[in-house]
């Protein structure tokens, strides 16, 4: 029988669907890296072998290795193994930085037994590329996360470290040399069962400072760079309850200039983010992305979806559960949660890319101790549908390139509100072109599309966006 008020009903609808598309899930295609690597504490992503491809880098606890899974191409992309490192100790964390200033991706590793605990592999070159090991600490003990940025701001990459037996924030000043030399400066030795370790310019007075967690005492703790040779450190506290501190990272998630902190908690159960809301010293405003996050272990930000603003991927390793959250924007934000999969074996170790050239994020993880000896990859195949379309940009707008400081690769952003000519060029401190990105009539949407530094030095680049009569630029720093 026909009912007026359903008739309505359905039109309303309808009518909504058209000029008010939602946002929807984005497809997921699912590959398969390694399957047989066992005990994933650590994933990288970088071009280790400057073919423009995007590598994996993996440190495993079982096989006490520093793998590299080197991208090959094809369709679906093939993997092919190679062992940096051996007899690593547990190893639990990689990254990979340019150390030496010979333009090549080098590697550094933490092992969580055994001597060293904090080595590098420099990256001698050739066809197949080899590796010479070097020491940077013997004695840093239960190494559970290591990584790598200039802290001095002296043009070459410094490595930090976080130990867990140790109680201990620590770096490692790159004071060149060859072999190099590196010089320790401890921040703490009382982070208790420290676990993770990264840095950002929190206080935007152009000094990096440092973030660290302790998973005992449920601390989030950044230290203010205060300057100096050697540097002094000032500690402040950013949150004492968030229960097992497990990982940070510092990103900008509500695009006002200043850096935030996201964090995973494994024994609160939560994917939360701090709010960076300025001031001396910074004043900090928590918000839960979710709790019921079962053991989370790690929180990754990154425009996953292509809308100019930063999302946040996370593993639940209680749960075997992989799941994004997308940004929905407001204050506070409004997340709306995608699960990627719910079968996937004590997921730990996350980063994300873009490993096959077009110009989505992908996904990768590794499965813990104990877990099911993956490694596998999760293609962003975007977003089908017409409810899926995102909404129109109303302006013209360049977004800031993230991340920022990079290195190699950084996405750019930009939106263009109609049919218009683009050029998107990247030039150099003195004002000479190093790279032009697009030179060609655009219909009107939201662009992303990866930028890479790879043969260029370190050093500030600024990228200009013209369209019609509109140009703006904005500078970027390559950090190796």
């Not at 200009?464 to 630029?473: C, D, H, I, P, R």
Request: proline share 4%; hydrophobic share 40%; charged share 20%.
């Amino acid at each position: 029988m026909y009912n007026p008020i359903h008739f309505i009903f359905n039109v309303f609808l309808l009518v909504l669907l058209i000029f008010f598309p939602v946002l929807g899930q984005i497809n997921f295609w699912e590959g398969t890296v390694d399957n047989n690597v066992h005990g994933v504490g650590g994933i990288f992503t970088c071009d280790l072998d400057n073919d423009m491809d995007i590598d994996i880098l993996g440190a495993s606890l079982q096989d006490n290795q520093i793998i590299w899974w080197r991208n090959d191409g094809g369709e679906p992309i093939i993997w092919t193994k190679i062992i940096i490192g051996s007899n690593v100790g547990e190893a639990h964390s990689v990254y990979a930085a340019d150390f030496n200033g010979d333009n090549l991706k080098d590697v550094v590793g933490a092992a969580y037994v055994g001597t060293p605990g904090i080595a590098w592999w420099r990256n001698n070159g050739g066809n197949p590329v080899t590796w010479t090991k070097f020491t940077v600490a013997n004695n840093f003990i239960n190494a559970h996360e290591v990584c790598a940025y200039d802290l001095d701001k002296d043009n070459d990459m410094d490595i930090l470290g976080a130990s867990s037996d140790l109680n201990r924030i620590a770096w490692w000043r790159n004071d060149g040399g060859d072999p190099i030399v590196w010089t320790e400066q401890i921040l703490s030795n009382n982070v208790t069962l420290a676990k993770s370790v990264t840095v950002g310019d929190l206080d935007r007075d152009q000094d990096n400072d440092v973030i660290g967690v302790s998973i005992a005492n449920n601390d989030v703790i950044w230290w203010r760079n205060d300057g100096g040779q050697p540097i002094q450190w000032t500690q402040f506290l950013v949150d004492g309850n968030f229960g097992g501190a497990h990982r940070v990272q510092a990103v900008d998630l509500n695009d006002d200039s200043n850096l935030d902190i996201l964090g995973a908690g494994y024994l609160s159960h939560q994917i939360a983010w701090w709010r960076n809301d300025g001031g001396d010293p910074v004043v900090w405003t928590k918000q839960v992305i979710e709790s019921g996050f079962t053991n989370a272990c790690i929180a990754y930000a990154i425009d996953l979806d292509g809308d100019n603003d930063k999302d946040v991927i996370g593993t639940g390793q209680g749960i075997n559960q992989i799941a994004w959250w997308r940004n929905d924007g407001g204050e506070p934000i409004q997340w709306t949660k995608f699960i990627i999969t719910n079968n996937f074996t004590r997921p730990w170790p996350l980063y994300a890319d873009t490993l096959n050239d077009d110009e989505k994020i992908d996904i990768v993880v590794g499965s813990s101790h104990n877990g099911s000896n993956l490694v596998k990859w999760w293609r962003n195949e975007g977003i089908s549908g017409i409810e899926d379309k995102p909404s129109s940009p109303t302006a013209i707008k360049l977004f800031q390139n993230y991340p920022n400081p990079f290195n190699p690769s950084t996405i750019i952003n930009y939106s263009i509100p109609k049919l218009s000519f683009v050029t998107l060029k990247v030039y150099d401190v003195l004002g000479s072109e190093v790279a032009t990105l697009v030179e060609e009539e655009k219909f009107e949407g939201n662009y992303y599309l990866q930028f890479s530094g790879a043969g260029l030095p370190s050093g500030i680049y600024f990228y200009q966006l013209k369209a019609g009569s509109f140009v703006e630029t904005k500078n970027m720093l390559l950090l190796k």
